[in-house]
């Protein structure tokens, strides 16, 4: 479940993005190992009973000498298999004397000139030969060995949607209103363009055993090559696109008259091999069910690539906690709203403006592209900010005197009656004096120098950085009534404890993850909430004997007695003043006449 926002009273509205960040990828992480939990258990099947089993062998056993030879073609000129690219054309580079998963790693870069069909949405060709050392390429040749030799074709380029450019136009611009139109036109056809990979990476894997032919193992159905018409398999080989992210992508069109290929040979332990392709496999099932987008895909990889494994654990365990602190804090929440019966000291209008940013966070989650889970849980955690809003006020529906309906809004009985609602009407009437200016303000910051799709945009844009800027700001009413009251007995103590714990997590990233100086200066802005809470809890001493709202009192056996016993020397002091009163002969109606 997503963070529902900044709540009135609560840590943890301002850093947001953090949070996400966190939970996403591990999310990510922990649907992985589900994955393939699962595919391991349905795809491991017995080999039937009483049929002769035939195993396929290595055609190379590991270490064998052989030649590596690399061609690039385009497929309107070129040949469009390794046999014909082999037969007509040179290869750009050959690898010679290359141990079969084994022994060092080769490397050469090529500069690749596109024509004029791979600019305009061309296929592009990489063929891989690998003949014994010392053997021709070329099948019309004496020395071509036809048992030993074989070869792979595979695109280097792919064809994806083209990455969207910042939409919209400054809507004080003098362009008309057309240009908009066809702005917006343009933004809703998908382009799917030409990229080129930059690297072209191949593994051998290390593994050279017996495989059953009626039986393959899943890990290998991608990967075997198996020689026709004979039991032999050649070297497996790993076509490596793992590490390549979208970023390092190249998009392939008339701007582009020449770009640098790396190539590279080199060993690969078995299971480094099939955890990548199992991840790989992992990564497209979960864009294609909605479950994460290829961004977030490449963001994990990122980690792996770029971050010190000390610190990959580090994360992993600390967004473990962090996700644990979400639930409870959120567990907490529910059960605290569900069983309130008092809204005294609490702020209701804190919580109708909280439910108003988590609305506008939703709608411009909706308006952006924006994964399904991450649009599920902002809808829920809308949902909840609003039950949240009938457990704090009493809502109705009501009707105009057209008959139109619309929601009415009333403060509960106990807020009403206590002092509070005056407290909360007056914090929240300082606040607009700094938190609406601010909005206005960023409101034209962003009309004046940035750019926008429509009017409607704007308008949700400017509202929704508000809230992520400025949300914090939210919690100082709550501020204000402990003070006025002084008292904080009536807060939720044990779920702003897990948000705090959340807060310590997000400034623990805030150090070591590479940011600018004021934004990460920006996340401790919870932190100096959180510790005037602290101080507030400290100054306002709670009254341990003193029922809450569930009827509990904390010191009942301590001072439950002496408790009684004031109460019973009061009681007999009273009795006392009423028997001296009592002992006062009555006057009749006849003495009564005579005075």
């Known amino acids: 479940m997503a963070d529902p926002g900044p709540v009135a009273g609560q840590p943890g509205g301002g ?11 591990l999310s990510t992480i922990m649907r992985l190992g589900m994955m393939w939990y699962f595919f391991k258990q349905f795809s491991n099947k017995k080999p039937t009973d009483g049929s002769n089993v035939t195993y396929l062998t290595p055609l190379m056993g590991k270490g064998s000498a052989i030649d590596v030879h690399f061609f690039v073609t385009d497929s309107s000129q070129g040949p469009t298999g390794w046999r014909q690219a082999a037969e007509v054309d040179e290869p750009v580079w050959v690898a010679h004397n290359v141990s079969v998963a084994m022994g060092p790693s080769f490397s050469f870069e090529y500069t690749y000139r596109p024509s004029a069909e791979a600019q305009n949405n061309g296929s592009v060709l990489v063929h891989s030969v690998y003949t014994p050392h010392g053997a021709s390429v070329n099948p019309m040749s004496e020395t071509f060995d036809r048992t030993l030799t074989w070869g792979f074709t595979k695109n280097l380029n ?18 008309s209103e057309s240009t908009q139109v066809q702005e917006g036109e ?4 998908t382009e799917i363009i030409s990229y080129l990979k930059p690297n072209v990476t191949i593994n051998f894997i290390d593994e050279f055993g017996k495989v059953p032919s009626h039986q393959i193992p899943p890990h290998l159905m991608n990967i075997i090559h198996i020689v026709p018409g004979k039991p032999l398999y050649t070297p497996h080989i790993y076509f490596n696109d793992f590490w390549l992210l979208r970023d390092y992508l190249i998009p392939l069109n008339d ?3 020449e770009q640098k290929i790396h190539f590279i040979i080199e060993p690969i332990a078995s299971w480094k091999a099939h955890m990548m392709a199992q991840m790989d496999n992992s990564f497209k099932l979960q864009e294609q069910w909605g479950m994460s987008s290829s961004s977030e895909a490449d963001e994990v990889k990122r980690i792996f690539l770029e971050g010190n494994p000390y610190f990959l654990a580090l994360t992993v365990v600390v967004s473990m906690f962090h996700s644990l602190f979400d639930v409870l804090a959120f567990k907490n929440d529910i059960g605290f709203w569900k069983d309130n019966k008092s809204m005294k000291g609490l702020s209701a209008r804190s919580i109708l403006i909280n439910a108003g940013c988590q609305l506008i966070i939703c709608l411009y989650l909706f308006d952006n592209e924006t994964s399904t889970v991450v649009l599920i849980s902002s809808f829920v955690g809308t949902l909840i900010e609003f039950w949240k809003v009938t457990k704090a006020m009493d809502v ?10 619309y929601l009415q809004f009333k403060d509960k009985a106990t807020y009403t009656q206590s002092k509070t609602d005056k407290y909360d009407a007056e914090a929240m009437r300082y606040l ?13 910051y962003a009309l004046i120098y940035e750019t926008h799709k429509s009017w409607y945009s704007w308008v949700l844009n400017s509202l929704v950085g508000a809230v992520y800027t400025f949300g914090f700001i939210l919690m100082v009413p709550q501020l204000y009534l402990n003070y006025k009251l002084k008292s904080v007995a009536h807060l939720p103590w ?10 310590i997590i997000d400034d623990l990233f805030a150090f070591v993850i590479k940011m600018p100086l004021l934004h990460r200066l920006s996340v401790f802005r919870d932190d100096l909430i959180f510790v005037i809470y602290l101080y507030q809890r400290w100054i306002y001493r709670v009254d341990k004997t003193r029922a809450n709202e569930f009827g509990y009192t904390e010191e009942e056996e301590e001072g439950g007695d002496k408790n009684k016993e004031k109460k019973k020397k009061k009681e007999e002091t009273s009795g006392k003043v009423k028997e001296g009163t009592t002992s006062t002969p009555p006057v009749d109606a006849e003495s009564k006449k005579e005075l």
């Open 432 to 444: 607009s004096y700094v938190l609406y200016p601010l909005i206005a303000g960023y409101a034209v």
């Open 494 to 503: 044990r779920q702003m404890t897990y948000k705090f714990l959340n807060t």
């Open 158 to 175: 792919l064809y994806l949607p083209k990455l969207k450019a910042k939409e919209g136009v400054n809507l004080l611009n003098a362009s």
């Open 255 to 257: 701007t582009v008259t």
């Open 186 to 189: 343009k933004s809703n056809v």
């Open 15 to 25: 850093q947001r993005n953090q949070q996400q960040q966190g939970t996403n990828i």
């Open 396 to 405: 109705s529906i009501q009707h105009t005197a057209f008959g139109i309906p």
